[in-house]
């Protein structure tokens, strides 16, 4: 069962324009929630984090939408450019228990020139 | 620079053999993680140890086994009871024991199976 889920699988976006991905959970536990960015051939790399006490979070062209009634949570990536092209995983995890982050199933964003 | 290192880059297996990846942390982290990454399935986690000479079962732990002798270190093998081994293997850390905060994560290792 996915913990976090994530969509879409695959967004193409023209440079300048807006790249948003969506996460679902379930678990209202979950109180951490950070995005990684993965470049093809290389390990992901923290890209942003977000706890449930915000609704929003900006670092540059990033930023981590919370809703906590919905259980929802997005990164918009403002003024796309082509090296932001790379897979993004949302991830959410707990301050307790024995398990670490749960992944979503990953974006593969595409920026065009 | 610190950081975590990972070994082989590429490594092809037949079936029926045992395989080591290697792991290796310059970082002082306490706790280190195996995550196993698929197409289309984000990332599995296999095992993670928080301390040295003590670890615990992830999601996916069947046909792995690690060991965490040292501090810097964390070995996995993929046995030949693992069913599809063909995948690529992720190696993390933490600074500490807790569930939040930053994971660092090495360059990955492919492993093929032919």
């Known amino acids: 069962q996915q913990q976090v889920k994530q969509s879409p699988q695959s967004l193409i976006v023209q440079k300048g324009g807006i790249s948003i991905i969506n996460c679902a959970y379930e678990n209202t536990a979950f109180d951490y929630f950070p995005w990684y960015q993965q470049f093809p051939g290389k390990g992901p790399a923290l890209l942003i984090a977000i706890r449930p006490d915000v609704s929003e979070k900006k670092e540059g062209r990033f930023t981590i939408s919370f809703n906590k009634s919905a259980k929802q949570f997005s990164l918009h990536i403002m003024d796309s450019q082509p090296g932001d092209s790379a897979t993004y995983f949302c991830a959410a995890s707990m301050e307790t228990g024995a398990n670490n982050l749960f992944f979503g199933t990953g974006t593969r964003l595409t920026v065009i020139p | 620079d610190g950081g975590i290192t990972q070994s082989p880059k590429y490594l092809f297996r037949k079936e029926g053999q045992n395989v080591t990846l290697s792991c290796e942390q310059n970082?002082?982290?306490?706790?280190m993680y195996w995550y196993r990454q698929d197409p289309g399935q984000g990332l599995r986690l296999i095992y993670y140890?928080?301390?040295?000479?003590?670890?615990q079962k992830g999601d996916i732990a069947e046909g792995y086994s690690v060991s965490r002798e040292k501090k810097e270190s964390f070995p996995l093998t993929v046995t030949s009871a693992q069913k599809n081994p063909t995948a690529f293997y992720l190696c993390?850390?933490?600074?500490?024991?807790?569930?939040?905060?930053?994971?660092?994560f090495g360059e990955g290792s492919r492993l093929t199976v032919l």
């Open positions: 140890s928080q301390i040295v000479n003590d670890f």
């Open positions: 970082l002082n982290h306490d706790a």
């Open positions: 993390a850390s933490r600074v500490d024991r807790g569930l939040t905060g930053e994971l660092f």
